[in-house]
């Protein structure tokens, strides 16, 4: 199923275009802060977010990859990313997201992923969903409590592609 378009009260979340790669790379790719818990890094280079904008728009019809922009409808702005995509390891549906530093506090992860998980109820008819984040990002924790995520275990939550491994916590919302 192509990644739909998907609204919320503030936000538009819709799926990448090319002439985003700019945004993207001012908005989070090139902010060590916003990759320090995540599984990508950071970089210096426009050609590196090119190319990951190309990924995901290769992505763009995957049942099992499903990867939005979120823009703020005010402004049009694009301000992060959230996802939902099935986890090889785990064999299920992860939710996954990051805004950019100067939309941190803003209540937009929240409201963005609240969409997701009904599209995921009720059009991918999935009945679960995990997530994962690194203890020392407890704003993650956080979004995902609000979500409705419940607290399974503590993991290994590996960083920066490998370089950097944090104590973590794993959550499933039971849908």
Not at 5 to 24: G, N
Not at 31 to 44: L, R, T
Not at 74 to 87: A, F, K, N, P, R
Not at 136 to 149: D, P, T
Request: glycine share 6%; hydrophobic share 40%.
């Amino acid at each position: 199923m192509k990644t739909p378009i998907l609204e919320t009260d503030r936000l538009i979340l819709r799926p990448f275009y090319m002439e985003d790669a700019q945004d993207v790379f001012e908005c989070w790719e090139s902010d060590p802060d916003v990759a320090k818990y995540m599984f990508w890094e950071s970089h210096n280079d426009i050609n590196k977010t090119i190319d990951w904008v190309r990924e995901e728009l290769s992505k763009i019809d995957a049942d099992d990859w499903y990867r939005w922009a979120i823009i703020l409808k005010e402004t049009g702005e694009l301000v992060g990313t959230g996802l939902i995509y099935v986890d090889k390891e785990y064999s299920k549906f992860e939710i996954a997201y990051n805004l950019g530093k100067k939309a941190w506090g803003s209540g937009y992860t929240v409201e963005a992923m609240l969409e997701v998980i009904k599209f995921a109820k009720e059009e991918l008819r999935v009945k679960e969903i995990m997530g994962r984040h690194a203890k020392e990002n407890a704003a993650s924790g956080i979004v995902l409590e609000k979500l409705g995520f419940k607290y399974i275990k503590d993991i290994p939550y590996e960083c920066n592609r490998g370089k950097n491994i944090y104590d973590g916590r794993e959550y499933i919302l039971e849908l």
